[in-house]
């Protein structure tokens, strides 16, 4: 009877065992998939460099020039234009831009050009006197903003100031 209860236990234990191993061997897997999306929008960023004219000399028969940098970044394939304000000064346009004393209230003129030669006055109305239409890359843009002080402007001893807001339209 031991040796009949030892085989009994053997081939029960085989039955126990057997069927452990055959469910690894059946494991199965389920699968989805999910939409991955993004929209690029039309953007653009810009930034400034100061013009700074340093020392003007009202009897000089020179102008006094110095120049800006604009650095405008749009989305790649957005086109845009940008424009300079008349500034803060009273009585100020893009033609006749002026700067205003610190300490009193004269005022200094100076002109800003889209051109080294100081040819091509840089307004703010797009397609009339701002440059011509840039594309963007998606990579920053750099323009030079050309700065003049005429040969004998006149202006009383002061620190002269002004803001000019950039505008760019795309």
Not at 25 to 34: G, I, V
Not at 43 to 53: G, L, M, Q, S, Y
Not at 112 to 121: G, K, S, T, V
Request: net charge neutral.
């Amino acid at each position: 009877m031991f040796r009949l209860r030892s085989s009994y236990l053997a081939i029960l234990a085989l039955g126990v065992l057997i069927p452990a191993t055959s469910r690894t061997a059946e494991a199965s897997t389920a699968t989805t998939s999910f939409a991955v999306t993004a929209t690029v929008v039309k953007a653009c960023i810009v930034a400034a460099t100061p013009i700074a004219f340093g020392v003007y000399n009202p009897v000089s028969a020179s102008a006094l020039n110095a120049t800006g940098t604009l650095t405008v970044t749009c989305t790649a394939t957005t086109p845009y234009q940008t424009g300079l304000s008349a500034g803060v000064a009273t009585g100020a346009s893009v033609t006749s831009r002026k700067m205003t004393g610190v300490v009193n209230t004269n005022l200094l003129p100076y002109g800003l050009y889209q051109d080294a030669a100081h040819a091509q006055n840089w307004g703010n109305t797009p397609g009339t006197d701002t440059p011509a239409s840039v594309t963007g890359t998606g990579l920053p843009q750099l323009a030079t903003v050309y700065g003049q002080i005429a040969p004998g402007t006149s202006g009383a001893i002061d620190v002269y100031t002004d803001t000019v807001t950039v505008t760019v339209t795309y």
